[in-house]
């Protein structure tokens, strides 16, 4: 994977957002960089957001005006540099009372104003029946009207992709499926490199660099403890919830915001390739897991607040997927129970010994964060100063057009897609019927995109489990043979997958 004597510049771990987005600011600084996932890239957090590019309108109850602030200032830089895979989402908040009403409206005249020339559009009041007449589904009783705002709304482990073929495009190494398991440190006790683990093929490489950035997100405390086993817990992990149900719950293309729920969080339902995400929750945990499991009660808080908003309350058995993400907060050491309260501002912490950790932050703020902690290695003096150009750096495969194409997540190569169907039609039938996925897709994603089992094809590359996970199930065997194709594999091979694929699919339904 990288020569012994090999020496980087940067080695990042982690192949989240936050782990890409500096591996990428690195590589387009000149610098040599490499970064290593343990499992596949977005596997954990950076897949299970709520797919917004957003300022965060609930911050601002809490005053946090320069995290709004620097939010929507990515928010903007992020529309422009991925426009295929990030778009213009219209909301409406529903108000109750003249009260809501009057603050929400300052409230989002406010977020307007924060952000500047790359706001999206103005916000506005709605009456009652022009509500209704944007949002047939949502209940009429007691409603007083709407107020109208936008936000931006993404796919975001394409993002993920995008970014990784970004990184490799500019020169960079970035690989999925090595875990570092350890820190190396010189005579001084400085860290100059890691060990890493293919987890494939279980070899064991140390692998030399001048500065190791921490990315981890939820297992930052993990590595930070493999620098110095003494380390104290920095995170204060809170896992959040979505469902995904039929579009027919919120025909149209505008989505709903409830900014103070029971539990006091904001509750969102906003269209998504097709179907609808319903979301989230606010749960602190203990366990930390790569493939974390919602609890029954957070799928019951869901639904019940959701079937308060919609004519048509949506049940258990309407669900499609449910899926689970953990926040890696960054631990408020004066407010250690709460998780709503915890700042969602990013921390960067330089160890005695040169491991350089990022925690928190949000996915719209990924650019940002990169940029700070480049900036702060040079400060540092692990890297000689160069400028930050990820502000215009538009991603690789940046295509612009028609938004409609669903084909447009695969960037300006998607035609190469279309190309396979013209040549043979049989490629371009959906492998099945409740989801838009064809064999052509398949077959260029494991030719193209670093897969190495169904799950990284149907959840990530794909977002067949996200959206539907009892037919992604279904179409398990047939992507498990045309993998199986593609990558060399045998029968044995198709089989253990999909058992080990649907097993997977268990905590989605
Ligand atoms: C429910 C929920 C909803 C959210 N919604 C939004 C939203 O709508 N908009 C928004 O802007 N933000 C949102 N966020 C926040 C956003 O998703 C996160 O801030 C972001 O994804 C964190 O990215 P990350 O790279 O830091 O972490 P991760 O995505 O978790 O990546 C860390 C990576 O490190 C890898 N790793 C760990 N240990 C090792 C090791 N030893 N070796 C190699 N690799 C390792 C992991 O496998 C993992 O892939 C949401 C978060 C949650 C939980």
């Given at each position: 994977?990288?020569?012994?004597d090999e020496r980087?510049?940067?080695?990042?771990i982690g192949?989240g957002?936050t782990?890409?987005g500096?591996?990428l600011d690195?590589?387009?600084r000149?610098?040599k960089t490499?970064?290593?996932?343990?499992?596949?890239?977005?596997k954990?957090?950076?897949s299970?957001?709520t797919?917004?590019?957003?300022?965060?309108v609930?911050?601002?109850?809490?005053?946090?005006?320069?995290?709004?602030?620097?939010?929507?200032?990515e928010?903007?830089?992020m529309l422009?540099?991925a426009?295929?895979?990030?778009?213009?989402?219209?909301f409406?908040?529903p108000?109750y009372n003249v009260w809501?009403?009057f603050k929400?409206t300052?409230?989002?005249k406010?977020?307007?104003?924060?952000?500047?020339r790359?706001s999206m559009g103005?916000?506005?009041f709605v009456?009652?029946g022009?509500?209704?007449?944007?949002l047939?589904?949502l209940?009429?009783e007691?409603?007083i009207?709407?107020?109208v705002y936008?936000?931006?709304q993404f796919?975001?482990?394409?993002m993920v992709?995008?970014?990784v073929k970004s990184?490799?495009?500019?020169?960079g190494t970035v690989?999925?499926?090595?875990?570092?398991t350890g820190?190396?440190?010189?005579?001084?006790g400085?860290?100059?490199g890691?060990k890493?683990?293919?987890?494939v093929?279980?070899?064991?490489i140390?692998?030399?660099?001048?500065?190791?950035?921490?990315a981890?997100?939820?297992?930052?405390?993990?590595i930070s403890k493999l620098d110095?086993?003494?380390?104290?817990p920095?995170l204060?992990?809170?896992q959040?919830?979505?469902i995904?149900?039929?579009k027919?719950?919120?025909?149209?293309?505008?989505?709903?915001?409830?900014p103070?729920?029971?539990?006091?969080?904001?509750?969102f339902?906003?269209?998504w390739?097709n179907?609808?995400?319903?979301g989230?929750?606010d749960?602190p945990?203990d366990?930390?897991?790569?493939e974390?499991?919602?609890?029954e009660?957070e799928?019951?808080?869901?639904?019940q607040?959701?079937g308060k908003?919609?004519?048509?309350p949506?049940?258990?058995?309407d669900i499609?997927s449910?899926f689970?993400?953990?926040r890696?907060l960054?631990a408020?050491?004066g407010?250690p129970?709460?998780t709503r309260e915890i700042?969602?501002?990013?921390k960067?912490i330089?160890?005695?010994?040169?491991l350089?950790t990022?925690i928190?932050g949000?996915?719209?703020?990924?650019?940002?964060?990169?940029?700070?902690?480049?900036?702060?290695?040079?400060?540092?003096?692990?890297?000689v100063?160069?400028?930050?150009?990820t502000?215009?750096?538009?991603?690789?495969s940046?295509v612009?057009g028609?938004?409609s194409?669903?084909?447009q997540?695969?960037?300006?190569?998607?035609?190469?897609?279309?190309?396979?169907?013209?040549?043979?039609?049989?490629?371009g039938?959906?492998?099945?019927?409740?989801?838009p996925y064809t064999?052509?897709e398949m077959?260029?994603?494991?030719?193209?995109e670093?897969p190495?089992?169904?799950e990284?094809?149907?959840?990530?590359?794909t977002?067949?489990l996200?959206?539907?996970?009892?037919?992604?199930?279904?179409?398990?065997g047939?992507v498990?043979v045309l993998m199986a194709?593609?990558l060399?594999n045998?029968?044995?091979?198709q089989?253990?997958q999909?058992?080990?694929?649907n097993q997977?699919?268990?905590?989605?339904?």
């Amino acid at each position: 994977m990288t020569q012994p004597d090999e020496r980087w510049d940067i080695i990042v771990i982690g192949g989240g957002a936050t782990g890409l987005g500096i591996a990428l600011d690195g590589v387009t600084r000149g610098y040599k960089t490499l970064l290593l996932e343990q499992s596949d890239f977005a596997k954990a957090t950076s897949s299970r957001s709520t797919k917004l590019v957003h300022g965060g309108v609930r911050y601002m109850a809490r005053g946090d005006f320069f995290l709004v602030m620097e939010a929507l200032h990515e928010r903007g830089l992020m529309l422009k540099n991925a426009p295929h895979l990030t778009r213009d989402q219209e909301f409406i908040v529903p108000v109750y009372n003249v009260w809501d009403a009057f603050k929400y409206t300052v409230g989002l005249k406010l977020y307007d104003l924060l952000a500047g020339r790359l706001s999206m559009g103005r916000s506005h009041f709605v009456s009652r029946g022009k509500t209704l007449t944007l949002l047939s589904q949502l209940r009429p009783e007691g409603l007083i009207g709407g107020i109208v705002y936008h936000d931006g709304q993404f796919d975001d482990s394409r993002m993920v992709i995008a970014l990784v073929k970004s990184c490799v495009d500019r020169g960079g190494t970035v690989l999925n499926y090595v875990k570092v398991t350890g820190l190396l440190k010189d005579e001084h006790g400085k860290i100059n490199g890691v060990k890493a683990k293919e987890m494939v093929l279980g070899n064991e490489i140390n692998i030399r660099a001048g500065l190791v950035v921490n990315a981890t997100g939820v297992f930052a405390d993990a590595i930070s403890k493999l620098d110095n086993p003494e380390a104290k817990p920095t995170l204060k992990p809170s896992q959040g919830v979505h469902i995904v149900i039929d579009k027919s719950f919120l025909p149209g293309n505008l989505a709903i915001m409830i900014p103070k729920t029971d539990d006091g969080r904001v509750l969102f339902a906003i269209p998504w390739h097709n179907e609808v995400i319903v979301g989230t929750t606010d749960t602190p945990v203990d366990t930390i897991s790569l493939e974390p499991v919602a609890l029954e009660s957070e799928i019951s808080f869901i639904l019940q607040t959701a079937g308060k908003y919609m004519v048509k309350p949506p049940r258990r058995e309407d669900i499609l997927s449910v899926f689970a993400g953990l926040r890696p907060l960054a631990a408020d050491p004066g407010d250690p129970h709460s998780t709503r309260e915890i700042s969602r501002r990013h921390k960067i912490i330089l160890s005695p010994s040169g491991l350089l950790t990022v925690i928190g932050g949000k996915w719209t703020t990924y650019r940002r964060m990169a940029q700070e902690t480049i900036d702060k290695a040079i400060a540092a003096g692990f890297l000689v100063k160069r400028k930050c150009i990820t502000d215009d750096f538009p991603l690789v495969s940046f295509v612009t057009g028609d938004s409609s194409n669903r084909m447009q997540i695969y960037g300006d190569r998607w035609f190469e897609i279309a190309a396979m169907m013209q040549a043979n039609p049989d490629l371009g039938i959906p492998i099945h019927p409740a989801l838009p996925y064809t064999k052509a897709e398949m077959i260029w994603i494991c030719r193209n995109e670093m897969p190495l089992n169904i799950e990284d094809v149907l959840a990530r590359r794909t977002r067949a489990l996200f959206l539907n996970a009892r037919a992604s199930s279904e179409m398990a065997g047939e992507v498990a043979v045309l993998m199986a194709k593609e990558l060399d594999n045998d029968l044995k091979w198709q089989k253990d997958q999909v058992e080990s694929y649907n097993q997977l699919v268990k905590n989605y339904l």
